[in-house]
Nanobody, 122 residues
């Protein structure tokens, strides 16, 4: 199984970025997909998740109204559209996959991508 995250970069506060994660080696349409992030010196934290059908989503309170998670099961991709970015959004962003219901805990996710760095300047 491979999860390849991309789309990170440097952006000014208030700007937008779109992260993508391409999956291979798993029956993508059966997995919950999540995005997590880890800032320097901090633990990895939940950002957003979307169920296998794409019909339901969950977000961390810190990103609600600014981030949108979506998926394309035909293309085996999951995206994270980030808007109104803040310096505190600076982190390495990881996509992850799990079987069953979505969950905010990192320990519940089975497969992880390598991460993509997002830096938001003030």
């Amino acid at each position: 199984v491979q999860l390849q995250a991309s789309g990170g970069g440097l952006v000014q506060a208030g700007g937008s970025l779109r992260l993508s994660c391409a999956a291979s080696g798993l029956t993508f349409s059966r997995y919950v997909m999540g995005w997590f992030r880890q800032a320097p010196g901090k633990e990895r934290e939940f950002v957003a998740a979307i169920i296998s059908s794409g019909g339901s989503r969950d977000y961390a309170d810190s990103v609600k109204g600014r981030f949108t998670i979506s998926r394309d099961n035909a293309k085996k991709t999951v995206n994270l559209q980030m808007s109104s970015l803040k310096p505190e959004d600076t982190a390495v962003y990881y996509c992850a996959a799990k079987w069953g219901d979505y969950d905010t805990s990192t320990t519940r996710y089975t497969f992880w991508g390598q991460g993509t760095l997002v830096t938001v300047s003030s």
